[in-house]
């Protein structure tokens, strides 16, 4: 069939399945798609769960690759485990069910493949005289911290490494996803790189048996391809080099891309970061002491400036903006360890060059990565000291163990991805066999899809896009119940015992399968207390009493179990059947107004529309992805209960 059609294509995999469901707003959705492929007209799909939104997109991208010769799409998906479940099950699926041929590929950034040089390199090492086996491998890339600092032998972590080396000789991806049981991040960062220390293919020695380069190649050669948001990030920030050029674009849980994009198209720096070339620095260079005391010592200058200023910049969250100029001491700080980077960089070039080294070398590429890392450094110690530009944001972050960060983000990211990624040319020839009605804009055709989809993120994201908000397949008014109580308001003193009341009532009559969402740990545990007071006999669980993955496993295997839960919880768990007849939310979930960022767009709408136009839509998308919860499959019943009285007195309440 040389022009499948994808409506044609649905009632197939509709067909093929156990117990498929034609439904009309999947059949609505897909139509829509295909239409915007065909017309190259950007469209933003709101499709409730149920729908079958990732067919409903893949099957217009197949048909467009068969109509049209490689017409690609790439599709963005939120995680790296809804990319794994695109890959693994979905797009499979779809292969087996279809007589229809096409290819399709996973691609994840470079961190997340074995680096055969940093392989090369870490074999020599472990190969060394018995007296010399000191690992100096906790070098890794990690930048936010969580990179362990390794310094001393480790015979754990040598252990690790010659597993992990033996595997690296047998595995057809070298991919970390491989791995069922995953290596320490100190292990993992040896044998990989991270963001810029890639010395790119054209200069690797061993760019011919790259596990990445492989990948990219096998991503270049296919008609879908599935990428995550910070790889589309990358690939925005390095100008479209990264992946391969693309007909059509499509954004799953779009409703997340633009906080993803705002975060990746960032720069961070901490003290752990700058301290952290002085080890990479002395891997290389063995007898220059001086230098890695002064990185030390402007790291530590840096730790010391930030905290100074974070003291007196704070709000209760963990965060303090910085608008205007930046304070002295923390310019002083950054321009110091500037210099002592710059040293770093200097003395790494002597050595390098005196070595000798052949230049694709195992050495050489220490060297690559070491100057890499630096160079990396200082572009982002530069971007930081720079002065704000309109759009940007600067704010100091408190993050684990006391590590102050330094960060700079623009919230406005429209333009930035108009001009590199909207407006990016798409394939001569699939180009000119489309139809090209559509906002002539040149690029590729964008489609953004989400559960929970506010019409106006398209505008923000720089699009003009059709809006479709496709309707639920489930029937609300018969399976569903809201449950607005006559409570006091949240900021009044009654209204943490009423939740409990409420909460206590909603247990018993539902025989614990409740889900509860707090908007704050500090409520999430005052709560969880008093209802383990009152209700002695059920089993309660609260998010922090065991790791994530447990809590959802205990929750979904035992439905007389509640849990009290926040933040990943509200978008992060399926729970079909009658283990969840409650979804609780204590408040509606408006975002922290002291937030750096929520702070940064309440002021570019100004403060008489910032309620409206940023807090009350961000709450809306919220609230419905954790009242989603509830409602997963066509037979679910149950109720939803917020308890908030502001959902049914407030005059911003129809937009909620
Ligand atoms: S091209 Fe070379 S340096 Fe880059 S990831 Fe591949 S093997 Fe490593």
């Not at 018995?130 to 990179?147: K, P, Y």
């Not at 500090?522 to 669980?541: F, G, K, Q, S, W």
């Not at 993955?549 to 990943?568: G, I, K, P, Y």
Request: glycine share 8%; net charge negative.
């Amino acid at each position: 069939m040389d022009q499948p059609d994808p409506s044609e294509l649905l009632t197939r995999v509709i067909e093929s399945m156990d117990s498929g469901e034609d439904r009309p707003q999947q059949r609505q959705m897909v139509e829509a798609v295909d239409r915007a492929f065909r017309t190259r007209t950007h469209l933003a799909v709101q499709g409730p769960t149920g729908v079958g939104k990732s067919v409903a997109y893949l099957l217009p991208a197949i048909t467009s690759a068969r109509s049209h010769a490689d017409a690609r799409t790439i599709v963005v998906t939120s995680s790296k485990a809804l990319q794994d479940q695109l890959g693994e099950r979905d797009l499979p699926f779809l292969a087996d069910a279809l007589d229809v041929p096409f290819r399709f590929a996973v691609l994840k950034g470079r961190s997340n493949y074995l680096c055969q040089a940093a392989v090369a390199e870490t074999r020599v090492q472990l190969g060394r005289g018995e007296e010399q086996q000191t690992l100096d491998l906790g070098v890794g890339w990690d930048g936010d911290g969580s990179v362990p600092e390794v310094r001393a032998p480790d015979p754990m972590l040598r252990v690790e490494l010659d597993r992990l080396l033996e595997w690296a000789g047998t595995t057809p991806t070298g991919e970390l996803a491989e791995l069922a049981d995953p290596p320490s991040d100190a292990a993992w960062s040896a044998l990989s790189v991270g963001p810029g220390e890639c010395v790119g293919a054209s200069r690797c020695g061993y760019a011919a048996e790259c596990f990445s380069e492989q990948a990219r190649e096998r991503a270049g050669g296919a008609d879908i391809v599935v990428v995550n948001a910070h790889l589309y990030a990358a690939d925005v920030q390095a100008g479209g080099q990264l992946l391969p050029a693309h007909d059509h674009l499509v954004i799953d849980e779009a409703h997340e891309f633009e906080d993803a994009m705002v975060g990746a198209l960032g720069v961070s720096m901490t003290g752990w970061r700058i301290r952290r070339l002085a080890q990479v620095h002395d891997r290389c260079v063995a007898d220059a002491p001086t230098v890695a005391m002064a990185i030390g010592a402007a790291a530590d200058a840096v730790d010391d400036a930030l905290e100074q200023v974070f003291g007196k910049v704070s709000s209760d969250r963990g965060s303090g903006r910085l608008t205007g100029e930046l304070p002295d001491v923390i310019a002083d700080a950054l321009t110091r360890a500037d210099l002592a980077v710059d040293r770093a960089v200097t003395s790494l070039r002597e050595v390098h060059k005196a070595a000798g080294n052949a230049p694709m070398s195992a050495a050489a590429h220490r060297f690559e990565r070491a100057i890499r890392n630096c160079d990396g450094v200082s572009d982002d110690l530069h971007a930081l000291r720079d002065d704000l530009h309109p759009g940007q944001v600067r704010w100091i972050s408190e993050g684990r163990r006391g590590r102050f960060a330094l960060n700079l983000t623009r919230i406005d990211i429209g333009p930035t991805l108009r001009a590199t990624a909207w407006e990016r040319p798409v394939a001569e020839d699939s180009r000119d066999a489309a139809t090209d009605d559509g906002d002539g804009s040149g690029g590729p055709t964008v489609v953004m899809c989400s559960a929970t989809l506010d019409p106006g993120t398209a505008g923000r994201l720089g699009l003009r896009a059709e809006y479709l908000a496709v309707d639920s397949p489930f029937d609300f008014r018969r399976h569903g119940l809201l449950y607005v109580p006559r409570l006091p308001r949240p900021n009044a003193e009654a209204w943490p015992d009423a939740v409990v009341d409420e909460l206590v009532h909603v247990i018993e009559r539902c025989g614990g399968r409740t889900l509860a969402l707090f908007t704050s740990h500090r409520m999430l545990r005052r709560t969880v207390d008093a209802v383990r007071d009152r209700l002695p006999d059920a089993d309660v669980l609260a998010q922090g009493d065991a790791p994530n993955r447990v809590l959802q496993e205990r929750f979904l295997a035992n439905e007389h179990t509640s849990l009290f839960a926040t933040a990943s919880f509200w978008t992060g768990i399926s729970s079909p059947g009658t283990t969840c007849s409650a979804v609780v939310v204590d408040k509606i979930p408006f975002p922290v107004p002291t937030d750096p960022i929520v702070e940064a767009r309440c002021d570019a709408v100004g403060a008489d529309r910032a309620f409206m136009e940023v807090s009350v839509p961000a709450a809306g998308v919220q609230l419905a992805q954790g009242v989603g919860r509830l409602i997963r499959t066509a037979t679910d019943r149950g109720v939803v209960a917020v308890l908030d009285p502001r959902l049914a007195e407030a005059r911003y309440r129809a937009r909620i």
